[in-house]
């Protein structure tokens, strides 16, 4: 059984700083896609950070790109999400997710939530102005 476990939220004020990790079990991490989705009050969830082995290519939403990094490491099966200056609109629950199929980073990033087959619990994080 696939299961993703996020962590790393917290409270941090504008500019500041948070790396989260989604440990994965049940699943082969040689071969994988997985990303990093955040769903803020009364907004859609979306993919903002997405890493594949199909394509050995990271992903990146438009609102993220060169403040978030996400990496992965393979012996402790955890993929991370570095998170710099960050702002009051990131205010969101992250997830972690990854898919029974491999796909493309950007592929998988903006895949159908609905579509998705496995989520990690959230983690959240608030970010004060």
């Known amino acids: 059984e696939v299961q993703l476990q996020a962590s790393g939220g917290g409270l941090v004020q504008a500019g500041g700083s948070l790396r989260l990790s989604c440990v994965v079990s049940g699943f082969d991490f040689d071969d994988y896609a997985i990303g990093w989705f955040r769903q803020a009050p009364g907004e859609e969830r979306e993919g903002i950070s997405c890493i594949s082995s199909r394509d050995d290519r990271t992903y990146y939403e438009d609102s993220v790109k060169g403040r978030f990094t996400i990496s992965s490491d393979n012996a402790k099966n955890t993929v991370y999400l570095q998170m710099n200056s960050l702002q009051p609109e990131d205010t969101a629950v992250y997830y972690c997710?990854?898919?029974?199929?491999?796909?493309?980073?950007?592929?998988?990033?903006?895949?159908?939530?609905?579509?998705?087959?496995?989520w990690g619990s959230g983690t959240l994080v608030t970010v004060s102005s």
């Open positions: 997710a990854t898919m029974a199929v491999i796909i493309r980073a950007a592929a998988f990033c903006r895949r159908s939530v609905g579509m998705i087959h496995y």
